[in-house]
């Protein structure tokens, strides 16, 4: 028996992902996979990624993930996407112009270039850092402060089409959404996994979550 | 708003955290797992390891200590040292770090750094870059832990890493390195306007003052720091509310 498989797709390193969920998760069979039928037999779905989304949906669909997420998705089990992994559940990402799962409505954009803060500082891309997450009262907020920041690393960021989708936004220097959820779907740009506590608590609240 | 972040830098050879200055006169600080759990106890943003091991023999001491730490921070880990093909790259990633930091082998071989940021993304390449000022406002590229010159000019050097794929410059100054004078703050301030990927500045930090500096002056991302840390002159919390004070973000 799976609990948690932590989805791979040949884009980048797991083992932070794997090391955070087994530290919420300290007696769960934790399976890093590539293997769809090992995937789809998990009580829980991690989906995390890095590199260019172009990269990321050749991987997905060659693997024939697109049709095991879309599976695990419709059965009701918790799925929680990580950073690319947020980004792919929309429709279509600006970077590379690459049409992705479509399970969100909405485009995935780039910061605008030449932004600056409030002391003249130019403001990098990516946005790397911590930031502050101004988030709603989803279950996998519980225990997590107001404001609490959180490590990102992302050059796009997701616009949800439905304001319904929204669990969560960040400013840099205007507000994005950095999290989106629907049903037993939640997705997040930054890493939880190396966020310290506010993101292991988030981890723990995945792993404890049952979603109707 | 985003925070600038505070990183001290543990550099290891032997299994041990030592300090040098100016890249000389070694100083032992330490155990590098303890001494990583402590910054993270303490609030640090991410923590960077250079393997300073002049013998290639003993390298897999650092992957131990990197799978140890690795297994126990939960905050971005950053490693660099001997990095010189893809496959060290994709080795140091699989031990548990979150970024590999190539210095050397980029001015050897500027391809890596395409080939590692296509294979493994940006995000997770840092481009060490160790400059020494030749002229007034020019400072040039310098590999081989300081020792070699290169003729390149550091500014162009750092834009260059940037069209190839760098996710960021790791910029240390060799003049202020060691010497706790604080940041060579127009370098520093040359390379982030010249960017807009993010610079952490390092190399010469004393007090808390040259930390504030690194960000207000020198217009830093991110500033790296060893030994005010290592030898408990400073926390890193100490050093968040000092510079909160001066009304820089950062995470408290």
């Given amino acids: ?212 | 708003m985003l925070a600038k972040r505070i990183i001290p830098c543990l550099d290891v050879t032997a299994g041990r955290v030592v300090k040098g200055v100016s890249f000389v006169e070694l100083r032992d600080a330490g155990d590098p797992v303890e001494i990583a759990k402590r910054y993270d106890d303490q609030g640090a943003d991410e923590l960077t390891f250079l393997d300073i091991t002049a013998s290639s023999d003993d390298r897999s001491i650092i992957f131990h200590i990197i799978e140890k730490v690795a297994e126990q921070v939960f905050i971005p880990l950053t490693v660099g040292g001997g990095v010189r093909e893809v496959q060290d790259v994709r080795n140091l990633l699989n031990a548990g770090a979150d970024k590999v930091s190539i210095n050397t082998s980029a001015v050897v071989n500027p391809q890596l750094v395409a080939d590692a940021s296509a294979r493994y993304g940006s995000q997770c390449i840092v481009v060490a870059i160790d400059a020494k000022q030749v002229a007034p406002g020019k400072w040039e590229v310098f590999t081989h832990g300081g020792r070699k010159a290169t003729g390149l000019d550091a500014v162009e050097w750092a834009k260059k890493m940037q069209t190839l794929g760098a996710g960021e410059i790791l910029l240390t100054s060799m003049d202020q390195d060691g010497q706790k004078k604080g940041f060579d703050l127009a370098l520093t301030r040359a390379v982030t306007d010249a960017l807009e990927i993010p610079v952490i500045a390092s190399g010469g930090v004393g007090n808390l003052q040259h930390l504030a500096d690194g960000v207000k002056i020198g217009g830093a991302d991110a500033v790296l720091a060893a030994s005010i840390f290592h030898f408990g002159e400073y926390t890193v919390q100490q050093a968040k509310e000092y510079m909160a004070k001066q009304g820089i973000e950062v995470r408290l």
């Avoid at chain 1, 220097?173 to 997040?188: E, G, I, K, S, T």
Wanted: hydrophobic letters at 40%.
């Fill in chain 1, 1 to 212: 028996m799976v609990d948690i498989a932590v989805v791979d797709y040949g884009m980048g390193n797991l083992r932070s992902v794997q090391q955070a969920v087994r530290k919420v998760a300290p007696g769960a069979n934790i399976i890093v996979t590539g293997e769809p039928d090992v995937i789809a037999s998990a009580a829980r779905v991690v989906f995390p990624g890095q590199g260019a989304a172009p990269d990321c949906m050749r991987e997905i669909r060659a693997r024939h993930l697109d049709r095991v997420i879309a599976g695990v998705v419709s059965e009701g089990k918790p799925f929680l996407g990580i950073c690319m992994g947020l980004q792919v559940l929309f429709e279509h990402s600006e970077e590379g112009d690459t049409p992705c799962l479509g399970m969100f409505q909405g485009p995935v954009k780039r910061f605008a270039s030449g932004l600056h803060d409030a002391q003249g500082n130019k403001l990098k891309v990516p946005h790397m850092g911590w930031n502050q997450v101004h988030h709603g009262d989803h279950p996998l907020w519980r225990g997590i402060d107001q404001d609490a920041r959180f490590y990102f690393v992302h050059s796009y960021h997701v616009q949800p089409g439905d304001a319904g989708l929204v669990q969560a936004t960040s400013d840099y220097p205007q507000p994005f959404v950095c999290a989106a959820a629907r049903d037993n779907l939640f997705a997040v740009q930054f890493h939880p996994e190396k966020s310290a506590a506010a993101g292991l608590k988030l981890l723990q609240n995945f792993i404890n979550w049952n979603p109707l």
